[in-house]
């Protein structure tokens, strides 16, 4: 069968999973009674619950005598590292823009890539059934967008298609039969180029996404650039500067046939395939004969723009909750997921037990914390910081700048300019939209985004969305003040007392409720000043044997602010830490005795 490489690229919630589930069901890969879940390819628990695409994952579906291997990519910015590495796997990409909300950040940066690759784009104008749906303007507004990124002129001349994945059809035109996807499958027939490479020559592929079975230990997935590859072979490892680390028998080979790998005797250059029986071999390695000794070359990965220090859990509430608390085992984790994601790096920090972990934003951080979590570790977590550059010509620090795109109510877009600017963010573009919203476009230092996304929810009344991308480093933009507000600080151990917390509600927001463990140093809320205080949340009530003439006052206590674990690592300040165990997510002082925090202070003064 013939075979085309196609990666599905678009902003976060566009409908990318959703279109794939389309192409699976009427390509005739799944069973006429077979009953599949919604958005299959995201197989991840954390995907199902956030409603995003994570890890890039591949499929196939057989369409006439032609086999498309799609591979689904993640939408959102922080994980760009998984859908660079895809790039270089496929022979064309699927552009899947709203036909609403137009163009955002992600379709730029993923765009991009793709046509510095030389790529070229089917454009599928997604959710055209929509009230609200602007077709015509939209696609406009992707002929500007290839245009400005330098497309060449057989780029530009993109096919376009009108589709709405959730009711399963694809029409060439807009008032055209809505009926089924077939032209969709037709479309990438006729204009992705055949999938192929020199089938004579001696057998390499480029690993780019690695996976770990328990059976089969770690799975390489990749695209077949030269040669055969059957089942058994003997093949070796070669890293990037074309080092042999590695030399084996292929225990495996298998090929993505719907939601499943299939065992394969034979492949050929061009397609996707997966093998097993490797130990060494990572992202951006070549797998390939003994007799190659040169490297297939890869594209530079974007560098992290944002760093989180990793600890052992040291308060006095660790190892209740999880098993895995050892600054051993949290070693080995971190390795091994630097090792199948390029985005993040890992290095040791100052202290032995701590690791500092750099990434691309907060949301890739925080579904690292989140899966670990959930694997049974115990963690400290620090305050996210970016990661500067020296500018190698004059010398000045450079800071890493990211391209803001917010759409809100007409009514807040006063108070969101304003609070952007306090954070050094320069306004682009301020222009009304459907429905009485504005889309407001801003230039802003990634270190002035750290911790505003709450603060954006509740000036909005949770009517805004806001999607940030990375665009360039800048020089250095000066001093950006914190306007958080001082903590309550716990200044004792025990369960916290309803009566304490009754008298602490005048203080500020609580964190906390009635009859939860804390310690000296854990933050329990959240003061109505700048300074911190110190606070005893164990403090009974006295008991008299007085009786008094009327019933005592019962305690009705304000329901606690709860914070996700985003929120929680945004929130705090440079001597905090997030206390994250797989039941509990708590707030910290680094120094949990007041005596240090004051000689501290002292000492930065």
Request: proline letters at 5%; a negative charge.
């Amino acid at each position: 069968m013939d075979l085309r490489n196609v990666a599905v690229i678009a902003h976060v919630d566009h409908g990318k999973t959703t279109l794939i589930d389309a192409l699976l069901r009427q390509s005739g890969t799944f069973r006429a009674n077979q009953q599949i879940a919604d958005r299959a390819m995201d197989s991840n628990d954390l995907e199902r619950e956030r409603g995003i695409t994570i890890l890039a994952k591949c499929t196939s579906v057989a369409w006439h005598d032609t086999r498309i291997n799609l591979v689904d990519t993640p939408g959102h910015a922080d994980f760009g590292g998984e859908v660079e590495r895809i790039l270089g796997m496929v022979d064309g990409v699927l552009l899947l823009v709203d036909a609403a909300e137009g163009v955002m950040p992600q379709t730029k940066f993923v765009l991009g890539k793709a046509l510095k690759l030389g790529l070229k784009p089917i454009v599928v104008l997604n959710k055209t059934d929509r009230p609200d749906a602007r077709p015509d303007f939209v696609h406009e507004e992707v002929f500007d967008l290839l245009a400005s990124l330098g497309a060449s002129e057989e780029q530009l001349d993109f096919p376009v298609i009108y589709a709405s994945a959730k009711q399963g059809w694809a029409s060439m035109t807009l008032d055209g039969p809505r009926e089924e996807i077939a032209p969709l499958l037709d479309l990438i027939v006729e204009r992705v180029v055949i999938a192929n490479g020199d089938a004579e020559a001696p057998f390499a592929m480029l690993a780019t996404i690695l996976e770990y079975d328990p059976f089969l230990g770690r799975i390489i997935t990749g695209r077949i650039h030269t040669g055969r590859l059957r089942a058994n072979m003997t093949a070796k490892v070669l890293t990037i500067d074309g080092k042999e680390i590695e030399q084996t028998r292929l225990t495996k080979l298998l090929a993505f046939r719907g939601l499943e790998r299939v065992p394969l005797e034979f492949a050929e250059a061009g397609d996707i395939v997966a093998i097993a029986g490797l130990d060494k071999a990572t992202v951006a390695h070549t797998i390939c004969d003994p007799a190659v000794n040169t490297p297939i070359a890869t594209q530079p990965v974007d560098p992290p723009t944002l760093a989180v220090t990793f600890s052992i859990n040291d308060s006095p509430l660790a190892g209740r909750d999880g098993d895995k608390v050892t600054s051993r085992l949290l070693r080995a984790r971190l390795l091994r997921e630097s090792e199948g994601n390029v985005a993040i790096k890992v290095s040791e920090a100052e202290r032995k037990d701590s690791f500092e972990v750099a990434g691309r934003g907060e949301l890739q951080i925080g579904v690292l914390i989140e899966t670990m979590r959930r694997e049974g570790f115990e963690l400290a977590i620090s305050r996210p910081r970016v990661l500067f550059q020296d500018d190698p010509v004059t010398g000045k620090t450079l800071e890493p700048i990211e391209e803001v795109v917010i759409d809100v109510d007409s009514d807040y877009a006063g108070v969101v300019v304003e609070k952007m600017s306090q954070r050094k963010a320069e306004l682009l573009e301020m222009k009304p939209t459907a429905g009485g919203k504005h889309r407001l476009g801003f230039l802003a230092p990634s270190r002035g985004l750290i911790g505003y996304h709450g603060e954006f929810l509740t000036d909005t009344r949770g009517t805004g969305v806001m999607n940030r991308v990375f665009h360039s480093y800048a020089p250095h933009k000066g001093t950006i003040d914190s306007y958080r507000n001082g903590v309550l600080v716990s200044m004792d151990d025990g369960k916290s007392v309803p009566f304490a917390l009754w008298n602490l509600e005048a203080r500020g927001t609580l964190f906390i409720e009635p009859g939860v463990d804390v310690y000296r140093g854990m933050i329990i809320g959240e003061h109505t000043r700048g300074n911190d205080l110190d606070v005893n949340p164990l403090k009974a009530k006295q008991l008299t044997n007085i009786r008094a003439a009327g019933k005592d006052e019962a305690v009705r206590l304000t329901a606690p602010r709860r914070m996700s674990l985003e929120e929680a690592v945004a929130y705090i300040s440079d001597d905090e830490l997030v206390e994250v165990t797989p039941k509990a997510i708590r707030l910290r002082k680094k120094l949990r005795e007041i005596h240090e925090r004051k000689k501290a202070m002292r000492e930065a003064s």
